[in-house]
C-alpha cells in the first residue's frame, strides 16, 4: 500500500426528513444562492421542503443548471452572487448541480474567467457550499471534485475545490426518479468503484473488500429498484453507495485508473451522451483492451463478484467482462458506439485530443490518445 494522506470534512446528513435540519445547518448571517436545475425539485416536494427550512434566512435562487453543468450558465451565477453579495451556497438537485455550484463558489472568490479556472484544474479559493441531493450517482456531495462542459467548444474536464459544509441525503426523494436516470446512475456508481479497483491486485485487502461490497451491493439492488422504487432500505443503500463509492473512502493508499471516465466525457462533450451511458459503453473496452495489465485484478474480479468457473484465466476473464456487459444492459443501456450512432470521426477526434493534450490516464500511466482509439474501437 502507498503512502497516503486522507480528510474528508464534509458532514453527512442522511435519512428521513433531513432537508428539514437546513435551518440550523445554514448559518442564519449568511446571504445565500440556491442553485437548482430543470425544476423537478418543486415536483418532488424537495422545493418546498427547502424553503421552508430556509424561511427565517436570506436567500435568493438561482435556476437552470444543466444535466453536464455548462460554463456559459454558470458565468451568469457568478456574477449574479458577486452583485448580491453572496457568501455561501446551496445546491439543491442532483450531481450536475453541486457540480456547477462548486465552480460558482470558486468563481465569485476571482476575477479569473470560470473556464480558466477549470483549466488549471484547481480552485485556489472558494466560498462555503452545502448541497441536499435528490439523484444518486457522482458522490459529489462528498467529494472536492467537480465536471464542467463548455458547449462553445465541446469540451469537458475535471477540476477540484473545497469539499462540501455538508450534504442532507434523503433516500425518500429518490423515489419519483425516472428510470434512465436511476441506470445511468447505478452504471456511474459501479464504475467509479471499478476506476478505483481494476488496476492491480495485491495492494490493500481493505480497499478491495471495500471496493467489492459496494459493487455487490449495486448489483443486488438494482433488480430490486426496478421491482419497487419505494422500499425505503433499498433506496438508502442506493443513495449510499452513491457517496461511498467516490467520497475517497475505497482509494486510500492505491492506485487509480480513471482513463474510462475521461473517454467517457469526451463522448459527452462531443454527442450530449447521458455520464452514466457513456461509462457502460467504454468500461468494458476499457478491460478487454488492457486486460494484460489488469490481468490480476480481473481475475480477482471474475472469482469475487462474479463466481466465474472456466478452464482458462482467459476464460475467466472474459466472462467477467461479458457479465459487467450483461449488467448494463440489464438498465437498458448500450454497450456498444454503433447503438449510439458514434462512429470512426468521433474516435479519431478523441484520439487527436489526448495526443495533442499530451495525456496519459490509467493506473500505468499508458492510456494515450493511441491507446484510446484501441478502446473505443474495441466498444464499435
Not at 439523484?135 to 462542459?149: C, F, K
Amino acid at each position: 500500500m502507498n503512502n497516503f494522506i486522507f480528510q474528508n470534512p464534509t458532514k453527512l446528513v442522511f435519512g428521513k426528513g433531513q432537508i428539514a435540519r437546513l435551518s440550523a445547518l445554514v448559518p442564519k448571517e449568511r446571504k445565500i444562492m440556491v442553485t437548482f436545475g430543470g425544476g423537478s425539485v418543486k415536483r418532488n416536494g424537495v422545493y418546498e421542503q427547502v424553503k421552508e427550512a430556509l424561511k427565517e434566512h436570506n436567500y435568493i435562487e438561482f435556476w437552470g443548471i444543466e444535466p453536464n453543468p455548462a460554463v456559459e450558465t454558470l458565468r451568469k451565477a457568478i456574477a449574479q452572487c458577486k452583485e448580491e453579495n453572496v457568501d455561501f451556497l446551496l445546491a439543491v438537485g442532483g450531481g450536475s448541480v453541486l457540480d456547477g455550484t462548486k465552480l460558482i463558489a470558486a468563481g465569485v472568490c476571482t476575477d479569473t474567467d470560470a473556464w480558466d479556472i477549470v483549466l488549471k484544474g484547481r480552485a485556489d479559493k472558494s466560498i462555503p457550499f452545502a448541497s441536499v441531493m435528490t439523484l444518486p450517482a457522482t458522490g459529489s456531495e462528498m467529494n472536492s471534485g467537480a465536471v464542467i462542459s463548455r458547449r462553445e467548444t465541446q469540451e469537458k474536464f475535471a477540476f477540484y475545490t473545497r469539499y462540501p459544509e455538508f450534504s442532507i441525503l434523503d433516500p425518500e426523494v429518490t423515489y419519483s426518479l425516472p428510470a434512465n436516470q436511476i441506470a445511468a446512475g447505478l452504471t456511474d456508481i459501479y464504475v467509479h468503484v471499478l476506476e478505483q479497483y481494476m488496476t492491480t491486485a495485491g495492494q490493500s485487502r481493505v480497499m478491495d473488500r471495500w471496493a467489492e461490497g459496494l459493487l455487490l451491493t449495486v448489483l443486488e439492488i438494482a433488480p430490486k429498484i426496478k421491482e419497487n422504487q419505494h422500499d425505503y432500505a433499498t433506496m438508502a443503500d442506493f443513495m449510499l453507495t452513491a457517496t461511498m463509492a467516490l467520497n475517497d473512502f475505497i482509494s486510500m493508499g492505491v492506485t487509480q485508473d480513471w482513463c474510462t471516465h475521461m473517454i467517457g466525457h469526451e463522448l459527452t462533450a462531443l454527442h450530449g451522451i447521458t455520464h452514466g451511458a457513456s461509462l457502460a459503453i467504454v468500461m468494458p473496452a476499457t478491460m478487454r483492451v488492457l486486460r494484460e495489465q489488469k490481468r490480476s485484478k480481473l481475475l480477482q474480479y471474475a472469482d469475487r463478484i462474479f463466481h466465474v468457473e472456466a478452464s482458462t484465466e482467459d476464460e475467466r476473464i472474459e466472462m467477467a467482462i461479458e457479465k459487467t456487459e450483461e449488467f448494463f444492459r440489464s438498465l437498458g443501456l448500450a454497450t456498444r458506439l454503433s447503438e449510439v450512432g458514434i462512429g470512426d470521426d468521433t474516435i479519431e477526434t478523441v484520439a487527436k485530443r489526448f495526443n495533442e493534450s499530451g495525456v496519459a490516464y490509467g493506473e500505468a500511466g499508458n492510456v494515450t490518445g493511441d491507446v484510446a482509439r484501441k478502446i473505443l474501437q474495441a466498444a464499435k
